[in-house]
């Protein structure tokens, strides 16, 4: 019962023809949803982020279970514990992406899944290569630190994961309301893409749009308000490693230069974040449009 099959290897055949479905769609109708440099990029990042899932994973799977070595109580392997894992697993998830898009640390990796200016099925594999350097998993540990089996979480992650791949699309508008008010849709996650002031850093739903209506972080997509995909500051380049590196290149630069006070607030403050006010954060854009927008 504790070795269970990577649900995600399943799925890529249903992601190459969903992908291949959308060019064709796209060909027709929206030409420039797709750019072919973009969308090679995007599954580079796909591979890569892969194969350091192969190199570091067995590092955090092992963390997972000493985290579960000392759990208090052992969560049966029951088909309750199982809707309970993946909720919960999901508020982790929340949680995380919440603090990959606030903490500078975390979205050096997260980075990586937005810095397209495109938004199509392709996007959903820009997935990162630094994140077990970041650190990110752990969000999830406490879940096996209270009693849920690793590899249950992991299988729970991995549905996550295949939940979040379709809804990279601009190809579906809006579904039924009572739909659109629970899960994370098309229109919800195309919110997270956009960098319209009005929609920065909104929308952190894994699969369950709730926990932004919860913890107020929800944004309705706004009909007639065009979107603009991509990063505050857009990459403006293709060079695969620049993307995956960029930000931690960053980061290092502004270590290296920031006064000693300030080297705390270039690693963990919001991204933008500068000791001499030199650059904005995505909470001083919103301000200056709602600003603007008030009169
Ligand atoms: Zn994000
Ligand atoms: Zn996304």
């Known amino acids: 019962m504790e070795k269970l099959p990577d649900p995600v290897q399943y799925a890529i055949p249903a992601f190459v023809a969903l992908i291949i479905i959308e060019m064709i769609w796209a060909k027709r109708r929206a030409p420039d949803k797709y750019e072919p440099k973009d969308t090679l990029n995007s599954l580079l990042f796909g591979f890569g982020s892969t194969v350091a899932g192969v190199l570091f994973g067995g590092i955090m799977i092992g963390v997972a279970y000493s985290a579960y070595a000392i759990r208090p109580i052992t969560i049966p392997w029951t088909w309750w514990a199982w809707g309970l894992c993946f909720i919960l697993d999901d508020l982790a998830y929340y949680v995380f992406h919440r603090a990959a898009h606030r903490v500078r640390w975390f979205w050096a990796s997260h980075v990586n899944h937005h810095s397209s200016q495109h938004y199509n099925l392709s996007t959903a594999l820009r997935q990162t290569w630094t994140g077990f350097f970041a650190a990110g998993f752990i969000f999830r540990l406490p879940l096996a630190f209270i009693g849920f089996h690793p590899a249950m979480l992991l299988f729970c992650g991995a549905l996550n994961l295949i939940y979040q791949f379709w809804i990279h699309t601009e ?29 920065l850093d909104r929308n952190y739903a894994g699969t369950f749009i709730v926990w932004d209506k919860m913890f107020g972080t929800f944004a309705p997509e706004v009909e007639g308000e065009p979107i603009r995909y991509g990063i505050v500051k857009q990459l403006g380049s293709f060079n695969l490693l620049w993307g995956v590196f960029h930000e931690w290149v960053g980061i290092v630069q502004d270590l290296w230069r920031a006064p000693f006070k300030a080297k705390f607030g270039y690693l963990f403050g919001p991204p933008g974040w500068s000791h001499d006010g030199s650059r904005d954060t995505s909470d001083m854009i919103r301000a200056r449009w709602e600003h603007n927008r008030d009169g």
């Open 171 to 199: 190809a579906i508008g809006r579904f039924p309301r009572w739909f659109e008010a629970v899960m994370n849709t098309p229109s919800h996650h195309r919110v997270h893409h956009a960098v319209n002031p009005r929609y």
